[in-house]
């Protein structure tokens, strides 16, 4: 069985800098993803990368933060710079098994493509 846990969130002045980590286990994964989801809010995607290490970001993030994972391939990581009080979420981390198509890489930032989630992880900016 697949298990996600994140870690590394927490509060940070606007400008700031933080790292997301997602360790991963029971699972061999064709693509992962951050997601986040601020109060009130609906989940949303921030950044995907599958095992062939394409990349897909949501514009409001690009140039800012940076989906990476281990050589092992079992952690995953989002660098976040520049931070704003925008960014302010619940952090999720997902994973996915399924076939790596050109669909499914057009896809990489809907929460529907992944199966298995973490319980996330808070992030807080304040201005």
């Known amino acids: 069985q697949a298990q996600l846990v994140e870690s590394g969130g927490g509060s940070v002045q606007s400008g700031g800098s933080l790292r997301l980590s997602c360790a991963t286990s029971?699972?061999?994964?064709?693509?992962m993803a951050w997601f986040r989801q601020p109060p009130g809010q609906e989940r949303a995607g921030v950044a995907a990368?599958?095992?062939?290490?394409?990349?897909k970001y949501a514009d409001s993030v690009k140039g800012r933060f940076s989906i990476s994972q281990a050589n092992t391939r079992n952690t995953l990581y989002l660098q976040m710079n520049s931070l704003t009080p925008e960014d302010t979420a619940m952090y999720y981390c997902?994973?996915?098994?399924?076939?790596?198509?050109?669909?499914?890489?057009?896809?990489?930032?809907?929460?529907?493509?992944?199966?298995?989630w973490g319980r996330g992880t808070a992030v807080t900016v304040s201005s």
């Open positions: 997902a994973a996915d098994s399924g076939e790596n198509t050109y669909v499914s890489r057009l896809l990489m930032l809907y929460a529907e493509r992944y199966k298995s």
């Open positions: 029971g699972i061999q994964y064709t693509r």
């Open positions: 990368m599958d095992e062939d290490g394409v990349t």
